[in-house]
């Protein structure tokens, strides 16, 4: 704020001098608008009031402080002496020059991204809103205040009414929206305020409040007003918990003291002995009781002792008078009875030969009268009589020695009886114990009040506890450990075992008292007896280990078990000893019914017995800490018909509340709802899940709720389960993880099942099982091939016939071989053979006829032998006519995939299975659910259309075999008939034969005539015998009539019936398919339906869309979330119902596509919230929404949103670039505000027209001239200031376009993160110009004619080049960019400019803000700056100095491309590989954990020039001018020695060096250290002394001037071989020779070299006209039309060339 500004506002302060409010002029008195009164405005502010009622909250209250001010308070204000002009003035020097530098300070430590400026000339009312909107972008936490949920006029609740029916009659009150009622906390209706102080009181109805989603009841208005102020400390962890008032009881050695110090340990609690605190006032008691027994045993000792002496001297004295009566009578006289006080002794004296012991007890009373000594009168013979006797006086005191002994008895006895104090006493040392304990506990001001004691082994007695209650001091909680072994054994055992030495050793000394006979007889037959035991223990021992084994071995019980009881200790021997520590138990066991009894009774305490045989103490201490806790856990109820009707009406009534959120889908499950509260399992049965790893759906009508949320279970066998242990079946620390992948895969057959789930296994890596298949490998071993009807159909025709027909084919060929023997063979020889012939023709004919049916009967044979199990012929029978198969053996086919691995974890696809309902039914009710089943929907024309061509393939095959069965079958017949022709002819021949070799005998003897006439006859005989061999063959072969064949099946017809065959089959499947899906349906197991007659790639994809929830978002299977209305979110957020998400107002679904611009908030940019797990998520659109819904661990997995940057980027450019088009597009996108200069000033005349930059703006629009630039900045600054700039960023439109402006805006601060340039022609800006002076949508002219546009073009172009090169040299900040491309290009490489900044400004802002090294390249940060704030390496790179010890100088890059920040310093490395290292671990390259520092300024090396080195003349030149690191590199040797150029000079330590070239000078540099300090030899190389060229011989000078050129001009010539035309080889080289060296000399001018090159370029080409020519030219003619379409042309210029010599120059 200015500080003119400021003195006129603080002069014009008022002050109400009776409340000390301060107003300014604004409020007291304010600028009257005139009101504009117009219904329709009227209604549009009626409207808008109504819509944001709720979302200006916060604005109403603002507006409360605007209005105006009532008469009275006005006419009382006054000025404060302190607002005077002078004073004002004086005061604001004094800030500024005290306060603020040390604010300034503090500001510039302060973390950027939370320090908010506002404009203070602002009101305040403006400056809260502004700041809140500030506050929004921050993810922060609105503070929940405690809402309280009873009214005082409604009716007040019973404080006796039921804990559950309490909770649900608050649950609604106060309610923030339906279906969003208050939860039930841990505390139920505990009171959280007395739990805290440490005790555990009952709340009240009329007491209870709701804070962060829960209800709590408190217990008193005290407890009430704590709560409000701050409810936090009574439910932040560890709360809630026992405030520990507990008493632990049980018998000896059940563990007390031990469980009661691990439970102090839970709990910082102090373990009380009262046992141990009575012992000091047992043993005053028993002080004051022994001194008592002393003092009146004492008394009573001395009486008696007395007694006894006297009785004693009596007895003396008539002893001797009975001795001296024997004298003279001779008779003994009875003594008589002495009187005592007048009476008669109870009994005469003893015998003085017999002692007499006296038992104390049996004494007299003490409180008797003493016993006085009198005289005693005695019966007295006469001669006694007449003498008198005075017996002496008898003194006894409590020195006596019998006296002493006496007391010493009485006292051993008195010790050794117990000491008991009453129940009033052990009560009044607890109560000042526990009241102890709890004075230390309020020591510590944050803790309880109350509590933090265990009494251990108290109270014992029923007397006890009744004086407990009745002092109020009763525990909480009481624990008795019970031992329910027989006979106390357990506990018998345990204290053998820790007492076992001092037990035998009393054992011992027993025996020891017993008589040495008696001993050793008694040993014997103990040892006997033991020695009896042991064996038929040990036969007994044998006897329960081999049952224990057959029980292992059948599965009854388990090993482990056994081995614990015969690891038992042992009991102790019986007597004495072991008979006290059973009777201490018994009397335990007596006294607690009554205790328990007294507790019950009196108490609401119920006491926890816990049971303490074969545990060990975690297990009992674990128990005891779940029953302590169990009042403080939640705890699951069965859902009931409360609960229906509690959803009913919150539905009912958000439908209600909510117009605008869509209506539910019809075919939508209500169980399933997306507004049901399912719980942590979705509606799948956690137990199930826990159990099993199965994702069993749960029954709707067999659910639970569990702190609100309702789950579903199988059955109620497990809703038994969940409520007893809810939260072990829930997630504690993370989410559920699903099970692996299960599918079914179901279609008719041909529907392609096989090929998708083959493409789904591939695809998810899973199994791919095939059901049926899985069937046949059970029983293939047996089968030997794989059996049901689609196999039967492939099973070829056996092929046993055509065995036959070989053999007999065989046969036929051995038959023909005797036929054609020589005729030479002997006739019985002939016959043998034939009847051979004839056997074996019949041979092969009865195998022909006899073989396949052996063979098809023997087959038969073997499959009736084969012996099949149960478990086979149901296999059978299932895949050869579809018998269902029984459960026992789907349960061991199946439970193997869904519980062994490693199916288990990796999951399957099963195909083919369930095929009927009754196996779908027997998945569901054996709870092997998968996670859902895809069914393949096909026409019966497309299976038709797939299984038919394969199968008529088939067909074709087979069709094809029989035919050439048939044919090879035709053919073997002719073959064999044809055989049998030839045998029959040639026997007929041989009878024949023989027949004419008898009438050639017959003839030889006939005469010459008749031969004559035989012959002739023999030549008729021979032709008749011929023709009746034909006759004979032709009757007996007659032709066989054609077998009546079957007809062969058309392919037609086989086309018809394999159609109605696949028919039927489709039909058979598709009805057991609709049973099927049926079942599925009712066992709620999903269902994916796809149209599996389309094109598998396009089957394939909509399987994989459908299947996207099942596997790319599996891990989001279980969770839920609810969308909501923006409206109800802000409420929630408001009233602390819920919480905001880590990711504040940002969309994480845009967030993990990269955004770092948060979304747009606020009037007119809807947003769509949405709950997940108690916190509240925003999106910016409804489909990124539902894309969380589907998936939100996606999007959670995330980091959180970087810090909100808001944008500030500048467009420039010549007019009509567009600037004002994407800056507009930017503004409505984004919300970011558009600047251009003209916008900042009127803003200021707007927002602030008092202020004097808007008077001292105003001066100059008045008269008419221009705002100067100072003042535009000034206003620019000051818009700058608006909240929207701040939160949303800025985009300035058009400026700056002077270097004044630049210098300007950086004097305030003011640098965009990127100037964008849009780069046009002016060709294109006059187009532009024209096109937009001739838009129809021009609502106004505009000074833009051509000439105006060439005005501002040429100010721009003059300008344009000082505001370029700033920002590059100083910033490097500026873009260019293409502005003739189309708008939607220019836009999107705008907007990535514009992210690119962002995200590296929010990139570095979290790595400084959690101490990390951060790239500072593109940060706008000047030479100056990044100079001052170098760190202590200066520009040399860190990591290299640290890793390889190189002094890297990076001063040479100007850019800070490799420039990083760590700890407000700035450090440059050489490459991205050191800046990467260095961002990984700064610390190891800075001080104080730097392995090297960098040395001091004046030990750098430091390059020069050789003008700067000759200025320091004297100084000389190190090793003589010599490169150092040329002469160290190599090894120091002769060769090494090079002199150094005069012109790379290095200084290091004052000391200059030359170096032979750049490289070598750049590795000094990096390692001076290690070139520095060299020696030369003695024996140095000649100097060279430069020699002119014009002195050596022409060889040397033509060496060192034209060699090079010499030799690149003879390679030329020889590559090239030029040869032109009319000159020969020899010239025409001298030639290009010539014009080579010419056209590459350097000593001449460019123009030179030019022209003679193109001269050499023409020579070339006219050297290739004769190659080209022999080339194209052949012997004959050829026709123009046919010869190249140059070559004419191309020989007249050869021609032309003859005697034409190219010129030389």
Sequence with gaps: MPDKDLEIKRVSLRVDPITGDTYTKEIYNPEKPEKKKKESDAEEEGEEEEEEEEEEGIDEEGDEHMSELPTEVIERLVKRPEDLPSHVIENI????????????????????????????????????????????????????????????????????????????????????????????????????????????????????????????????????????????????????RPPCKISVTGPHMSGKTTISHLLAQKYGAKVLDIERLVQPKIEEEKEKTLAKVREETTEHAIITVKTKLKEQQEAEELERAEREGDQTTGKKTEPAPVDVEGGRLEKPPEPPGEEKIEDPKEEADPGEPPITEEKTEVSQTPEASKRTVSPPTIDVDATHPEVVTLVEAALKEAENQSFSLSADVYIDIAEKAIQDTEKDLRKNATGPLCGGWILDNFPQTRDQWMVMVERGIVP???????????????????????????????????????????????????????????????????????????????????????????LLDPLPPDGPELDSEREKRKEFEREWPAMQAMITGSTTIEPIQVEIEKRGEEEIFDELITSLEEKFKYHGWEYSGMDVDEEEEDLEASREAEDEEEEEEEDEDPNRSKKKPLGDVNHFCPVSMYERNVLWPGNPECSARYREKVYYLANDEAREKFLKNSQMYLPKKEPLKSPALRLLMLGPKGSGKSLHARYLANKLNIFHIDFRERLQEMIIAKTKKKIGPEYEEDKEEPEEEEEGNDDEEGANAEDVEPAAEDEDKKKADDSETATSDDETENEAERRQSVKPEQAEDKKQEEEDEMEYTEEEEAIKSYLESDDPLPDELMTKILTDWWNTEPFKSTGFVLEGFPRTSDEAKYLAENGLYPDGAVLLNVEDMDVVGRLLPPKLDKWRVKR????????????????????????????????????????????????????????????????????????????????????????????????????????????NDTNRLADVQQTLEEALIPRIELEGGRKPHIVRYLLSKNLKPYVDFRHSRFERVYAISEKLATKMLRVGYKQPSRFGKWDPVQMKDGECIQPMQGPGYSTYPAIYRGHIYYFASHDNRDMFIQDPMSYLKQPSPKPVVPIRIAVIGPPKSGKTTMATRFAETYGLM????????????????????????????????????????????????????????????????????????????????????????????????????????????????????????????????????????????????????????VWHQLLDVARKGVSQIQLYLQRVADGKASSVADMCITPQEFEVRLGDFGQYCPVNLANKGELIDCSVNPTLEFAAEFRGHYYKMAGQEELEEFLHEPEKYVPPLAPVKLPARHLLPRQITGVQAKAMFPKPIEIQGYCPVTY??????????????????????????????????????????????????????????????TNIPMLGFMEQTVATSINKALTAVGSLKPKYPFLSVTRSSQIYFAYHLKAYNPKSSEYVRKKYKQKLMRFEETCELIKYLGNNMTVKYKDPKARPIDFDFKLNQFMALKGIEPTPT
């Design 93 to 240: 020097k004094n800030y500024k020059s005290n306060l603020l530098p040390l604010l300034e300070d503090f500001m510039a430590d302060h973390d950027q991204q939370y320090l908010v400026e506002l404009d203070g000339n602002q009101p305040s009312p403006i400056l809260f809103k502004q700041l809140l909107q500030r506050l929004h972008c921050f993810i922060t936490r609105p503070a929940a205040v405690p809402i309280r949920l009873h009214d005082n006029e409604e009716e007040e609740i019973p404080e006796d009414i039921d804990t559950d029916e309490l909770m649900r009659t608050l649950a609604p009150k106060e309610m923030v929206a339906p279906r969003f009622r208050w939860r039930r906390s841990r505390w139920l209706r505990h009171c959280p305020v007395a739990l805290y102080e440490g005790n555990i009181v009952q709340g009240k109805p009329d007491l209870s409040v709701g804070f962060l989603d829960k209800l709590y009841c408190l217990s008193s208005p005290q407890a009430m007003e704590k709560f409000l102020k701050n409810p936090r400390p009574y439910l932040l962890p560890t709360q809630p």
């Design 476 to 566: 909480d909680d009481a624990i008795c450990l019970r031992d329910s072994s027989e006979n106390g054994n357990f506990l018998v055992r345990r204290w053998y075992k820790y007492n076992k030495d001092q037990i035998e050793e009393l054992i011992r000394l027993r025996k020891a008292t017993e008589e040495a006979e008696k001993l050793h007889l008694a040993e014997e037959e103990r040892v006997k007896r033991e020695e009896m035991e042991r064996q038929a223990a040990e036969e007994e021992r044998k006897k329960r280990e081999a049952e224990r084994r057959k029980k292992i071995e059948s599965g009854e019980i388990s090993e482990g078990l056994s081995v614990q009881a015969e």
């Design 960 to 1067: 094809d075999k029989r035919l050439a069965k048939k044919n090879k079958k035709k053919e073997k017949a002719k073959k064999k008939r044809d055989a049998a022709i030839e045998k029959r002819r040639a026997e007929l021949t041989k009878e024949r034969d023989e027949r004419r070799a008898e009438r050639k005998a017959q003839k030889g003897e006939k005469d010459s005539d008749e031969e004559a006439e035989e012959g002739e006859e023999e030549e008729e005989e021979e032709v008749e015998e011929e023709e009746d061999i034909e006759a004979v063959l032709a009757e007996e072969f007659e032709e066989e009539e054609e077998e009546d064949e079957e007809e062969e099946e058309l392919e037609e017809d086989a086309v018809d019936r394999l159609k109605n065959d696949l028919a039927e089959v489709y039909d």
């Design 1234 to 1385: 558009r600047l251009s200069l003209g916008e900042a000033i009127r803003q200021v005349m707007l927002n602030q027209p008092k202020s004097t930059l808007a008077m001292a703006i105003n001066s100059y629009m008045v008269r008419g001239q221009t705002i100067p630039d100072e003042l535009t900045i000034q206003a620019l600054e000051t818009t700058l200031l608006d909240m929207r700039c701040q939160t949303r960023g800025v985009v300035f439109d058009g400026f700056p376009m002077s270097k004044r402006q630049i210098d300007l805006m950086t004097q305030k601060s003011i640098i965009p993160i990127r100037i964008v340039e849009l780069e046009i022609d002016s060709k294109e800006t006059m187009v532009r110009g024209t096109k937009d002076r001739h838009s129809p949508n021009r609502a106004y002219p505009v000074h833009d004619s051509a000439q105006i546009l060439a005005i501002k073009l040429s100010n721009y172009l003059r300008e344009i080049g000082e505001v370029r090169k700033w920002y590059k040299e100083q910033h490097k900040n500026f873009v260019n960019m293409n502005g003739n491309r189309s708008k939607w290009w």
């Design 1528 to 1589: 160290l590199d190599g090894k120091c040797r002769y060769e090494a020695i090079i002199q150094g150029d005069r012109e790379l000079v290095v200084l290091y330590r004052d000391n200059l060096y030359y170096f032979e070239n750049e490289k070598k000078l750049k590795k000094f540099m990096r390692l001076p250290e290690k070139y520095w300090n060299l020696t030369l030899p003695h024996k140095l190389p000649p100097k060279k002394e430069p020699i002119a060229v």
